[in-house]
C-alpha cells in the first residue's frame, strides 16, 4: 500500500478511473497493483512524502496475523477513500506525520514504533468503509472465496500462470471459477494477471536502466511482441515512451518503507 502527504500544492488524482482532488496537507491512499498518478494544477508544483507499506507482513509480523483476510480485502473496497481530507480528519495526518517522523530519524527500534503506529493507522482507514449493507457483505465473501488466486497472482506474476492452478486453489470449477473472478474482480483473470504484470514493469521501467526486453521476461511476458501489445493496451503509449515521460518530471519527494529492501 502507498500512502502520501501532499506538503504543498493542490491538483488531482486519477486512481482507476476514478478523478479525486487534493491539496496540502492531504492524504493519498492508493492499494497495492492499482494504476494511478497525480496531477498538480497548471504552473504549480506539489510536493509529497511517500510511506510504502506490506500491510499482509505487517499484520503477520505483528499481530500473528490476527486480523482477518476479510478486513485486508476491505483495502480494495470500491469505497476506499484515495484522498482524505485533513480538515475532516486531522488525527490521520498526525498519526502517519509521527510515522514519517519515526522512519527519518532512524532513532533505535525506529521500525518496530513505526510499524506499531501503521497499524493504528490502517485500523482508522478501516473505519472509513461501510460496512452496513448486505451488498457489501455479499462481495466481500464473494472475494474471500478467490483471495488464494487474487494471492498467487500478486506473488508469483513472474512465473508461468495456469488459470487451471488458480482455479483449482479456490476449489472452485473452471467455468464458475472463471465467472466469479469477473463479476468481482471486472475482468478476467488473464487480464489481472496482465495488468499486475504492466504496473510491475513500470516499475522498473522508472527504476531501472534495463531494457524493455529484460524488463518483459522479468514480469512473465514471454518476449516483446505480446509485452508490448499489452503495455500499450492497458497504459495508451509504449514501454519506451511511458519511460522517457515518466522521468522527465522532477522530483523531490521523500519515500519510505516499513521493511527493508532485499
Known amino acids: 500500500m502507498e500512502i502520501g502527504l501532499c506538503n504543498r500544492g493542490e491538483g488531482i488524482a486519477l486512481v482507476e478511473g476514478k478523478t479525486c482532488g487534493f491539496t496540502a496537507g492531504d492524504l493519498y491512499i492508493v492499494c497495492p497493483n492499482t494504476m494511478h498518478i497525480t496531477?498538480?494544477?497548471?504552473?504549480?508544483?506539489?510536493?509529497?512524502?511517500?510511506?510504502?507499506?506490506?500491510?499482509?507482513?505487517?499484520f503477520k509480523e505483528y499481530l500473528h496475523g490476527e486480523?482477518?483476510?476479510?478486513?485486508?480485502?476491505?483495502f480494495d473496497s470500491p469505497d476506499f477513500p484515495n484522498i482524505i481530507s485533513v480538515q475532516s480528519y486531522?488525527?490521520?495526518?498526525?498519526?502517519l506525520q509521527q510515522i514519517l517522523h519515526e522512519m527519518e530519524g532512524k532513532r533505535e527500534n525506529y521500525r518496530i514504533s513505526a510499524a506499531c503506529l501503521c497499524i493504528s493507522f490502517l485500523i482508522e482507514l478501516l473505519r472509513f468503509l461501510p460496512r452496513e449493507s448486505e451488498s457489501h457483505f455479499s462481495n466481500l465473501r464473494s472475494k474471500l472465496v478467490i483471495y488464494p488466486a487474487i494471492q498467487y497472482i500478486d506473488s508469483h506474476y513472474m512465473e508461468p500462470v495456469r488459470i487451471e492452478e488458480l482455479s483449482a486453489r479456490c476449489c472452485l470449477s473452471?467455468?464458475?471459477?472463471?465467472?466469479?473472478?469477473?463479476?468481482?474482480?471486472?475482468?478476467?483473470?488473464?487480464n489481472y494477471l496482465n495488468r499486475i504484470r504492466i504496473n510491475k514493469s513500470c516499475e522498473l521501467l522508472y527504476s531501472t536502466e534495463d531494457t524493455v526486453l529484460d524488463i518483459a521476461l522479468q514480469v512473465g511476458f514471454s518476449g516483446n511482441t505480446s509485452y508490448n501489445r499489452n503495455f500499450t493496451q492497458i497504459m495508451g503509449t509504449t514501454p519506451l515512451q511511458w519511460r522517457k515521460k515518466s522521468r522527465s518530471v522532477t522530483k523531490n519527494d521523500m519515500a519510505f518503507s516499513i521493511f527493508p529492501c532485499g
Open 174 to 190: 473452471l467455468t464458475h471459477f472463471r465467472r466469479l473472478f469477473k463479476s468481482i474482480m471486472g475482468e478476467g483473470p488473464l
Open 90 to 95: 486531522p488525527h490521520m495526518r498526525l498519526l
Open 39 to 58: 496531477k498538480s494544477c497548471d504552473g504549480t508544483d506539489s510536493q509529497w512524502e511517500y510511506l510504502y507499506i506490506d500491510t499482509q507482513r505487517l
Open 67 to 74: 486480523l482477518p483476510n476479510a478486513s485486508l480485502l476491505m
